[in-house]
């Protein structure tokens, strides 16, 4: 591709996904993947979408709420912080009132996760007119131990406002 050199890369698929991806020593030149799979488009046809609807009793339910406050948790700020890998040098304890948790019921078998999870999430702000929102994905098995999958950060007036669904109180 580059200069018009025949290197084979046109037979090739066009996406690998590289899963179980290990870091020795923390040196991401050493980077290696436990397995590849090869893709011919992305996204993935045979991906099935499955949504999740946050409820008012900390669940992830696959079945859709009733009504709007069915959902309703208060979030309280200010927060901590929670970064991936080693933390021991920020030490920050979350402030339990500004951090909400919500669990799935367990998996009856292996979900292979492949793509980008997507967050619709509706809130008020009550003092302010501002809000980071911070959200993390993460598998947590039996035994209780954690495995981050994919967090993400949003500041709320860094959004667009939709004037057809905004109103003030």
Known sequence: WVKGVKNGVEDTSPVTVFWDVRVPDGDAKKA????TTKHETWPEPTIERRPFYLTADSVLSPGEPVG???GVRAYLYPTGTEL???TQQFAVQ???GGVLNYRTASAGSDIVLLGNPEVTLYLSIDHGDDADLGLTLKDVDAEGNVLFVQ???LRASLRAVDEARTYAD
């Open 32 to 35: 290696v993947a436990g397995w």
């Open 68 to 70: 709007p406050a069915e």
């Open 84 to 86: 991936v890998g080693s």
């Open 94 to 96: 979350p402030y339990s």
């Open 151 to 153: 967090g993400g950060l």
